[in-house]
């Protein structure tokens, strides 16, 4: 039975959805809800803290991200059975350059300055020889998931590197490979993340797929979401795990 949220503190309309983050991982830690629970509605969740569902529905990926709830598509969120280990951030920061979250954050405002106009780029530009490349490297995504995260890592790299060749910006290309260290230790860490794997092949499918349309407005579109849903993720473990 889920109990009634009206003492939750609504957060304002102009409160960004890290910040409805940060408050609803706060009561699930705080014990609001059991481990397995249901949490309320999406309604009533929007109702709670006075914001409309699309910051809330970012706010609940973020949280799925972590492993702070689990969302069971049809039948709602569940506050995740076990205390997600990952809220400690031993992954996260044992090892690289990438330890904290100004680390983090440039280099994700890096990739959202340069892959966002890449994929735009590869739309218009690339061969159909390119998005078979990039075709094979998708199936072979939803082969590897659950296998280990090296091979995957390597995949995910391989493609954000197979779309910036498709591009035909020798430039961007160089601009890559030079930061491609700190790019694959990015990958690798979100990869350790529970929903980690199965939502970057998800956003890697979606963002394939306008791509071979050659429709440039949607690749950045469907290239932003993908960049900014880990970004957002990693914010708020930074944050929440303080």
């Known amino acids: 039975?889920?109990?009634?949220?009206?003492?939750?503190?609504p957060v304002s309309r102009t409160t960004l959805s890290e910040q409805v983050a940060l408050q609803l991982s706060a009561e699930i830690e705080g014990g609001r809800w059991a481990r397995g629970e249901k949490l309320p509605s999406e309604a009533?969740?929007?109702?709670?803290?006075?914001?409309?569902?699309?910051?809330?529905?970012?706010?609940?990926?973020?949280?799925?991200?972590?492993?702070?709830?689990?969302?069971?598509?049809?039948?709602?969120?569940?506050?995740?059975?076990?205390?997600?280990?990952?809220?400690?951030?031993p992954l996260l920061l044992s090892r690289g350059v990438l330890n904290t979250e100004k680390e983090v954050n440039d280099l994700c405002e890096t990739r959202l300055l340069m892959e966002v106009e890449t994929a735009a780029l590869c739309a218009q530009r690339a061969s159909d020889e390119d998005f078979g490349e990039l075709e094979k490297i998708v199936?072979?995504?939803?082969?590897?998931?659950?296998?280990?995260?090296?091979?995957?890592s390597n995949l995910d790299l391989s493609f954000h590197m197979a779309i910036a060749g498709?591009?035909?910006?020798?430039?961007?290309?160089?601009?890559?490979k030079h930061i491609r260290e700190s790019l694959e230790e990015l990958i690798v860490?979100?990869?350790?993340?529970?929903?980690?794997?199965?939502?970057?092949?998800?956003?890697?499918?979606?963002?394939?797929?306008?791509?071979?349309?050659?429709?440039?407005?949607?690749?950045?579109?469907?290239?932003?979401?993908?960049l900014l849903s880990f970004q957002r993720g990693y914010r708020v473990l930074f944050r929440a795990s303080n």
């Open 1 to 9: 039975m889920i109990r009634s949220t009206a003492k939750l503190k």
């Open 44 to 89: 009533d969740l929007c109702k709670v803290f006075n914001v409309g569902r699309s910051p809330l529905r970012e706010a609940m990926k973020s949280l799925s991200f972590i492993g702070l709830i689990r969302m069971r598509a049809g039948e709602g969120s569940y506050v995740a059975e076990e205390r997600s280990s990952y809220m400690e951030r």
């Open 166 to 176: 498709a591009s035909r910006n020798h430039v961007i290309i160089d601009l890559l």
């Open 139 to 152: 199936q072979k995504m939803k082969i590897s998931i659950g296998r280990g995260g090296e091979e995957f």
């Open 189 to 226: 860490k979100s990869l350790l993340l529970p929903a980690g794997t199965e939502m970057a092949y998800k956003q890697h499918r979606a963002l394939l797929d306008v791509m071979k349309q050659r429709n440039a407005a949607k690749a950045r579109h469907a290239m932003r979401a993908h």
